[in-house]
Structures are given as structure tokens and as C-alpha cells.
């Protein structure tokens, strides 16, 4: 099980760190992704970590956000820097071998 928290609204240039925690699941054997589904109801992977560490971001979201993850906690974040309305959405952490994902965390930036 995955549950994402830290979503909220925020006004342009703002942070937000998102969390996902994993049960059931011991998180640094898997890949993992933040997607992120948009009000036009477009499915994007943010970005990714590996079991090896080495992270992924898609080019609208480099130099702003951050992906990391405490395996002592099970957790898996996103730091979000310098939002912008373009990133509203409800972002959902998954597993990237089997698409688990979580209930997902609504950001909201005006």
C-alpha cells in the first residue's frame, strides 16, 4: 500500500514537499515514480528514482523538483520548488514494475 500526503494549495513560487510511504512493500527494491494526472486529464511521470539511486526528471520539472527517498522510513518524496499553475495536478506516487500506486495528493497553484 502507498499513501501520499503533503498535496495543498500553493501560490506561484511557493514549495511543497510531497511524501509517499509504502507498506507491505520494502521500497528500496523497487523503482519508484511521481506521476501526476492534469485537470485535462494527462497521466505524466514527473520523475523516478531507481534502486541504485540514479533519478529521472521531466524536462518541465528540472532545476524545481526533487525526488529522494529514506529507506529507513519506507518514504519517497518530491520537493516541489518554484511552483507554477502548470503544476496543478493530483500526483500519484507509483511503482514503476507494476503501476502500483497510491490514492494520490491534490497541488493546486494559483
Known amino acids: 500500500q502507498l499513501v501520499e500526503s503533503g498535496g495543498g494549495s500553493v501560490q506561484a513560487g511557493g514549495s511543497l514537499r510531497l511524501s509517499c510511504v509504502a507498506s507491505?512493500?520494502?521500497?528500496?527494491?523497487?523503482?519508484k515514480g511521481w506521476y501526476r494526472q492534469t485537470p485535462k486529464n494527462e497521466c505524466i511521470r514527473v520523475s523516478s528514482i531507481g534502486t541504485d539511486g540514479d533519478t529521472w526528471y521531466d524536462d518541465s520539472v528540472k532545476g524545481r523538483f526533487t525526488i529522494s527517498q529514506d529507506n529507513a522510513k519506507n518514504t519517497v518524496y518530491l520537493q516541489m520548488n518554484n511552483v507554477k499553475p502548470e503544476d496543478t495536478a493530483v500526483y500519484y506516487c507509483?511503482?514503476?514494475?507494476?503501476?502500483?500506486r497510491g490514492q494520490g495528493t491534490q497541488v493546486t497553484v494559483s
Open positions: 507491505g512493500l520494502t521500497f528500496d527494491t523497487v523503482d
Open positions: 507509483v511503482v514503476v514494475v507494476n503501476g502500483a
